[in-house]
């Protein structure tokens, strides 16, 4: 893993290794951006690199810059959409609608604390998320909803989209598209968490942070190459797992180590962008110091003294996007994905192995492979060789030795 994500070259406590965990030491690649240029984001993407996109440093790119819902706190989104209906995340189950101003008024704690969680097992509160993308049935509040998305200009660059166009109004093109019909909202006071978890997306993912500020811890998925190796990759699971490499103390005893090993820590704040990959582990967490700080600043900008519940309230989209694919991810980490959720559950990986064997399509995968029966070993031999011939098309190395 180090070898392939460079900030992790000098990370100590990669999960089932016997290195000892000194903490998420990693840093994360962050980019302003109008100095992120589409070879850079196709590249970091390819890799799976995490990577946080900041506001734009440029006079001129500053001025254009929009996000979505400006201007909007809670409350106003909860008076303009009262009839919408959101998830509750104190039990992932039951529902609120949007108009209650309970969500953006009143802190709940969670019914449970984690010390292995960033909050260090201080209280934290559970927030609300809105999945506009599939749970808005009313078709004139989803278009009104949509109205008051932008585009990152990131993905407008990818789709070759020209500035002076919006998604509303041209032929819409596929990364812009997918953010416009995939976004959802997030919604949390200070002091706010979300515990530990893998998504269930198959796709790379994007947060926007569009008020307040953002603490974030994550991990790559841990080597799963047995059915021994799996565990509850949803929320707060991963705090019980046990790695399965005892540690060896100076007494040469043993112990067993929590598998969560965040790699990365940092903190994303208004209107900067973080991208992350399938199967990564990620928690996060509304730190009230830091987001205190930045309500004191806004309420001085506006020379307002006053303080209401709402300022404490805090608001992220996050989306998908489709190309670049993370082919290369992929292929360096299907063993993973195919023994967690995404394999067994979701069923990513038959929309990935085309890109792991470079076959045309996935029917000739599926033709080629006994997928994924472990008997099948001369099917995989056959498989690997005429990999190895579409890669080496000179023939001159790489299939002599097989």
Request: aromatic share 12%; proline share 6%; glycine share 4%.
């Amino acid at each position: 893993m180090k070898e392939w994500f460079s900030p992790l070259r000098r990370f100590q406590g990669e999960p089932r290794t016997d290195e000892k965990y000194t903490g998420p030491t990693a840093y994360i690649p962050r980019l302003p951006a109008d100095e992120l240029s589409k070879s850079i984001f196709e590249g970091l993407s390819l890799t799976g690199q995490p990577f946080v996109i900041e506001k734009p440093i440029s006079e001129k790119a500053l001025s254009s810059f929009a996000l979505p819902f400006a201007n909007l706190t809670c409350e106003h989104i909860a008076k303009k959409w009262p009839s919408g209906d959101m998830r509750d995340e104190y039990d992932h189950n039951s529902r609120m609608k949007v108009g209650n101003k309970k969500w953006h008024k009143d802190f709940r704690p969670t019914q449970r604390r984690h010390k292995l969680h960033v909050s260090e097992g201080a209280e934290v509160g559970a927030g609300f998320v809105w999945h506009v993308k599939d749970e808005v049935p009313d078709p004139v509040m989803k278009e009104e909803l949509k109205q008051q998305w932008t585009v990152p200009d990131v993905l407008k660059n990818l789709d070759g989209i020209n500035e002076k166009k919006t998604i509303i109004s041209q032929q819409k093109t596929i990364n812009s598209e997918e953010s416009l019909n995939s976004f959802e909202l997030w919604f949390a006071l200070e002091k706010g968490a979300v515990f530990a978890h893998a998504d269930s997306y198959c796709e790379p993912t994007i947060s926007w942070q569009l008020k307040g500020t953002k603490t974030w811890r994550l991990m790559m998925y841990p080597k799963s190459e047995t059915l021994e190796h799996r565990f509850n990759s949803f929320d707060e699971g991963i705090y019980g797992a046990i790695d399965d490499i005892a540690e060896a103390s100076d007494t040469n005893t043993s112990e067993k180590r929590p598998l969560w090993r965040p790699e990365y820590e940092f903190d994303v704040s208004e209107g900067e962008l973080f991208v992350f990959f399938p199967n990564y582990m990620h928690e996060t967490w509304i730190n009230p110091a830091k987001n205190s700080e930045q309500n004191g600043q806004q309420k001085n900008r506006n020379n307002n003294p006053s303080t209401s519940a709402d300022d404490t309230c805090t608001i992220a989209a996050t989306f998908q996007y489709q190309l670049p694919v993370p082919s290369a991810y992929y292929r360096a980490f299907l063993p993973r994905m195919l023994n967690s959720a995404l394999g067994f559950e979701e069923k990513c990986p038959n929309r990935v192995l085309s890109y792991v064997f470079f076959a045309l399509n996935q029917k000739e995968v599926n033709k080629e492979l006994q997928f994924p029966t472990v008997k099948a070993q001369s099917k995989w031999s056959t498989a690997v060789r005429k990999t190895l011939h579409r890669v080496d098309k000179d023939n001159n190395y790489l299939t002599r030795f097989f």
